[in-house]
């Protein structure tokens, strides 16, 4: 290798980077993907279910041009659980979201509060 052996690890380590997304499991499970939908200033998919107490992806489809959107995910009590960049439409970005006990959460766009849906873990 043309690089000292205690650079290895630099090269062979997860990122722990501020926002980067945690190493696919290992087992050999495909985790299931959810997929949330913005067009038109709503979410066109208001309710989305996910395996409860296993991560999971999540593919977030802001399909309005120019239009700024992101998804945070709530627990009854309101306190984020997960949130999304903020980011303009048309395009979409994939997320790994932790496991989440079962149950219902909000989500919500912060841009557009009247933006929200309901996911279901189960």
Not at 57 to 65: M, R
Not at 93 to 122: E, I, K, W
Request: aromatic share 10%; charged share 10%.
């Amino acid at each position: 290798s043309p690089y000292p052996a205690c650079w290895a690890d630099e090269f062979t380590a997860a990122s722990t980077a501020p926002g980067a997304s945690a190493p696919a499991a290992s087992d050999g499970a495909q985790a299931a993907t959810v997929t949330i939908t913005a067009a038109g200033i709503a979410f066109t998919t208001p309710e989305v279910t996910a395996p409860a107490d296993q991560p999971f992806n999540l593919t977030f489809d802001n399909q309005d041009a120019s239009v700024p959107h992101d998804v945070h995910i709530r627990d009854a009590s309101g306190a984020e659980i997960f949130k999304t960049d903020t980011f303009p439409g048309a395009a979409a970005r994939d997320y790994q979201v932790p496991a989440l006990a079962a149950g219902t959460y909000g989500f919500v766009c912060t841009v557009h509060p009247n933006m929200t849906g309901n996911l279901t873990a189960s």
